[in-house]
């Protein structure tokens, strides 16, 4: 069965320095990569997706990923955050084996010093 | 905008008293979910309609049932809620069942008393 690892439960980063979240997920056997972010008592919005084709996907808010099939791994990256980035990160896989019902990972909370 | 909808926002209920979380979508989506998610965790799903076809999740309790009378509407219902039922209940949507992106709304946090 299909699962998700986000390594890492909390990034603290510098306000403008990159950043990167991880997401491993176990089978490689066509995938749907999402990442979506939740920001305090909020829901979650999506941030980018991966269905197919260029293995780079850029997203809303200057966010982008790569998906690495090789590696099982869809990371996110920003080349320099904001303080409004603050709000915790989970990256989502879907295929046919779980119905295309979202697997979700433990998220990640992104904090950003001033 | 199209948008996924829940109210209330905020609700507040006693330990036993039943309560109803309502969802509204105005994208003509087939595909309603209801997730909980408690503090720092992933959402979890209780269940989703595909049109009228309900499906729950295996370790869904009996305590929670949802409705959906219409597209556009869909209901949970905690029938006797308990202090561990307080989370947030986040609704959202999805064109069909292919690759799935979900649509949410803002989530209602429910507090048990």
């Known amino acids: 069965a299909q699962s998700v690892t986000q390594l890492d439960s909390q990034v603290p980063v510098f306000e403008e320095a990159p950043v990167e979240l991880r997401c491993n997920y176990s089978s490689s056997v066509s995938v749907y990569l999402f990442w979506y972010v939740q920001y305090p008592n909020q829901g979650l919005q999506l941030l980018l997706k991966y269905l197919s084709g260029s293995t780079l996907v850029k997203g809303i808010n200057g966010f982008e990923a790569e998906f690495n099939k090789s590696q099982t791994s869809f990371h996110l990256r920003k080349p320099s955050v904001h303080i409004s980035d603050t709000a915790e990160y989970f990256c989502a896989v879907s295929d046919k084996d779980s119905n295309y019902q979202l697997i979700w990972g433990a998220g990640t909370k992104l904090i950003i010093k001033p | 905008d199209a948008m996924v909808i829940q109210n209330p926002r905020y609700q507040v209920t006693q330990f036993g008293k039943p309560v109803t979380l309502s969802c509204s979508q105005t994208?003509?989506?087939?595909?309603m979910y209801w997730y909980q998610q408690k503090s720092s965790q992933a959402p979890k799903l209780l269940f989703h309609?595909?049109?009228?076809?309900?499906?729950n999740e295996a370790d869904t309790p009996d305590n929670f049932q949802s409705r959906r009378p219409n597209t556009s509407f869909c209901f949970l219902d905690i029938r006797s809620p308990g202090l561990g039922d307080a989370a947030m209940y986040l609704c959202a949507t999805s064109r069909g069942r292919d690759y799935n992106e979900q649509f949410f709304g803002p989530g209602t946090r429910l507090t048990v008393l």
């Open positions: 309609y595909y049109d009228k076809d309900f499906n």
């Open positions: 994208l003509n989506h087939n595909v």
